[in-house]
């Protein structure tokens, strides 16, 4: 019996205090081969533009909770975004390349974290061998 392989499907949301908290987005995850064509790790130009970057983010979007003025869903695709304010989409946009790569700005340290203080390591002290342990 063998593992089935098949693409992730990542949720992004904002954090409380965020300018779109709320906000919601469901997208497909990549295969390696359009990984190294995004990055341009297959000797191409990768998503040089944010207009290349954003149309490979809804050709992913699978849905959002986003809803109109008057509370009409509004669909989730690149047409129905035009209409949206650009910051909106440029940080869903953002947020789902973060958390492809693992750094999404929702998706914090955990508390334990050193938060890039000196290991422990680095801190203890460290005295000369003596000569005879030395050799």
């Known amino acids: 019996m063998g593992y089935t392989a098949k693409l992730k499907t990542y949720l992004i949301r904002f954090?409380?205090?965020?300018?779109?908290?709320?906000?919601?987005?469901?997208?497909?995850?990549?295969?390696?081969?359009?990984?190294?064509?995004?990055?341009?790790?297959?000797?191409?130009?990768?998503?040089?533009?944010?207009?290349?970057?954003?149309?490979?983010?809804?050709?992913h979007l699978l849905s959002w909770?986003?809803?109109d003025e008057q509370g009409r869903a509004?669909?989730?695709?690149?047409?129905?975004?035009?209409?949206?304010?650009?910051d909106l989409v440029g940080a869903f946009n953002n947020a789902w390349i973060q958390t492809l790569i693992g750094v999404h700005d929702a998706d914090p340290l955990p508390d334990s974290s050193p938060s890039g203080e000196p290991s422990l390591v680095e801190s203890v002290p460290t005295e000369a061998l003596s000569p005879s342990l030395a050799s």
Do not use: C, K
């Open 65 to 67: 909770n986003l809803r």
């Open 15 to 59: 954090d409380e205090g965020h300018e779109f908290h709320g906000a919601e987005a469901r997208l497909s995850g990549v295969s390696y081969g359009e990984w190294e064509q995004m990055t341009g790790n297959d000797g191409g130009d990768g998503d040089n533009t944010a207009s290349a970057s954003v149309r490979r983010f809804f050709e």
């Open 74 to 86: 509004i669909p989730a695709t690149f047409e129905a975004a035009r209409d949206l304010d650009h």
